[in-house]
């Protein structure tokens, strides 16, 4: 499985939508992605990806597009 194919798949798994949803997607843009939301996807990033987001990335992981950009910054291309 791809480092995409992970991180759609959380989206995915997390947020109940489909994939042809995410592109665009936004935070607060479906019910499911709210602030308890937004800290589960986060986690499960961390997770996955075995990584540590900072507290200012997580402020600012703002849209799916977005993620994408603040994990190059821990070395996962996606």
Known sequence: MTNLERYNQLFVRDLKIKEEALSGLKYRGTQLWDSLGHMELISDLEEVFD?????????????????KEIMKKYGVAI
């Open 51 to 67: 990584i540590h987001i900072s507290t200012a990335d997580v402020m600012d992981f703002s849209s799916y597009e977005k993620g």
